[in-house]
């Protein structure tokens, strides 16, 4: 147990390197990029601490650069789920029971692994196995990361400092109990921080873990399993296990001992996931803790009174970087008809200057979408586009997969607020814009709020204090991240809690106090110095003649 009060060190966020021609940091990364391309690595599941193979192997490869091999995993099947949960009870006592400066220090060394020397591998394997440029790769898989598990550390902190007042003779004081139980964390492709974070905050408070990456970012999260165990993570704390998602969710949801689930995907398998924890739920030990974020179809309005050149840029960096394959990019935007062609323009002209390509090029700001799927149907709803009557493709709309799945920076113009692109989630280089006229702008804000189940991020632009305090009001529901003359992406930990509501989640913002609060029951200890003698209170004596 703890023999002091001890202060971690101060969380600060990770400082963003820039990546400039001549930078060492960009010798290194180059460095790094060549080394791991001349390999094929054999990933195996990490199960109780050991390396597990099995006879199944998957080919991984970049998606900009389909007929190059990165490596192979291991596919695994039910019995391999099972393992993993028998290995997370395993260590579940001895890892509740440590104290909880140990379970901090192995995180905060991670961080520090992350931010050092693990900066470029990190780095390197998010930009070859999910095709995502290096400034984005290093704000997310380096800083991102470090930035969860240092700010992730405070969270566990702040959290064992609320206790409750105790009042003369008695002590009372609160316990913060991991779960009974495991917890089952389901990742993304697409922000590698996020893969790292959903399985480590419910291991901070106590938890053990059993983790299944999306197949499409597992070559990442090999490198986040090693950096883990570099770090002193225990044997069984954190299973890493390949296997199909049904297959996983048959043996997880239906274990009594299934504790909660961190999720970070699609809406529809957010809520099957629900559905049947409801169903099961006479099963469990106690009530699973249902932690999610799922979709999105953020937004961006402007009223007159924006300022084009920074609208312009927003529409571009929220929509396009990383392919628009973030939760919270930019996928409809509203824009009034009195600076629409002003803002058009600007928009044509800069994206003239994007560039399309492989990571290994530092040039290319747009690089290839995640896998086959994903490009067929994006491809399928710009070309919709450009045969609909309801639609014009202003700009972009070529995609090509004969080396890479490629889709350009698309523009859709839509001639209704209700046409399929301004409505439904595409997760991808596609931005629609409606142009609405300026008297109409309090309908279309209304329009905005009640055409999407989403709610995650939103962006308005205007230099109009009283109409920002009015759309602020009006968009309340409309996103859980709002963003005021900014892009709608790019939240920072510590800065902005991430998180949305409606059809987007839970909202209990990712990398914060509320999310850490989640992973934990409480047990309330009252302690009396002098016990009572007697059952009687003074009401029970009789009134004096």
Excluded at 2 to 9: L, Y
Excluded at 146 to 157: I, M
Excluded at 513 to 537: M, P, Q
Aim: aromatic share 12%.
């Amino acid at each position: 147990m703890p023999k002091g009060f001890f202060n971690v060190p101060l969380a600060v966020n990770e400082p963003v390197k820039s990546y400039r021609p001549g930078s060492p940091e960009r010798a290194e990364l180059k460095k790094m990029l060549e080394e791991m391309r001349s390999v094929e690595l054999d990933l195996p599941m990490v199960i109780g601490g050991r390396e597990v193979y099995t006879d199944k192997r998957v080919r991984i490869a970049p998606p900009h650069d389909i007929k190059h091999t990165l490596g192979y995993y291991c596919m695994g099947d039910q019995s391999h789920v099972q393992m993993a949960i028998d290995a997370a009870l395993e260590a579940r006592v001895k890892w509740n029971a440590m104290s909880w400066q140990h379970r901090a220090a192995i995180f905060l060394k991670a961080a520090d692994l992350f931010a050092g020397p693990y900066r470029a591998k990190i780095n390197a394997a998010t930009m070859l196995g999910q095709s995502k440029n290096a400034f984005q790769a290093e704000i997310d898989a380096a800083c991102e990361m470090a930035d969860f598990f240092r700010f992730g550390v405070k969270c566990v902190t702040d959290i064992y400092k609320m206790q409750p007042e105790s009042s003369a003779g008695i002590w009372n004081y609160n316990e913060y109990r991991g779960l009974e139980g495991f917890i089952f964390a389901l990742t993304p492709f697409n922000f590698t921080s996020i893969a790292g974070n959903l399985p480590a905050a419910p291991a901070m408070m106590g938890n053990v873990v059993v983790w299944k990456p999306s197949h499409t970012a597992i070559y990442s999260a090999a490198v986040i399993m090693e950096v883990l165990r570099e770090a002193g993570l225990p044997d069984g704390v954190i299973n890493l296990v390949y296997a199909g998602g049904p297959q996983t969710a048959d043996i997880v949801l239906n274990s009594p001992d299934f504790a909660g689930i961190h999720f970070t995907g699609s809406t529809r398998v957010f809520q099957s996931i629900w559905k049947t924890i409801g169903e099961n739920i006479f099963k469990y030990k106690s009530y699973p803790r249902i932690v999610g974020e799922t979709g999105g179809k953020d937004f961006i309005f402007a009223d007159p009174t924006a300022d084009p050149q920074a609208l312009a840029i927003a529409m571009i960096r929220g929509a396009f970087e990383y392919q628009g394959q973030k939760c919270s990019a930019a996928s409809r935007a509203y824009i009034p008809r009195s600076i629409w062609d002003d803002v058009c323009t600007r928009v044509g002209n800069e994206l003239a200057t994007v560039k399309m390509g492989p990571v290994e090029d530092f040039t290319n700001f747009v690089n290839a979408v995640i896998d086959e799927n994903s490009f067929d149907k994006l491809a399928g709803y710009i070309e919709r586009a450009k045969e609909d009557v309801d639609a014009e493709v202003l700009f972009g709309g070529n995609c090509d997969k004969s080396v890479g799945y490629f889709i350009e920076p698309t523009v859709i113009l839509a001639k209704k607020p209700d046409y399929t692109t301004m409505v439904e989630e595409l997760f991808g280089p596609v931005l629609t814009v409606f142009v609405y006229e300026d008297e109409e702008l309090d309908k279309t804000l209304k329009v905005l709020d009640q055409t999407s189940e989403y709610a995650l991020t939103g962006a308005i632009f205007s230099q109009d204090r009283y109409a920002i305090e009015k759309m602020t009001r009006m968009l309340e529901n409309a996103a859980g991240n709002f963003y005021i003359n900014d892009k709608p992406t790019g939240a920072v930990v510590g800065q902005q809690p991430f998180g949305g509501s409606r059809g987007s989640g839970t909202n209990d913002k990712a990398g914060s106090i509320f999310n850490f609060l989640r992973w934990t029951s409480i047990r309330t200890i009252k302690e009396t110095f002098v016990s009572a003698r007697n059952y009687s209170y003074p009401n029970f004596l009789p009134d004096q003649e």
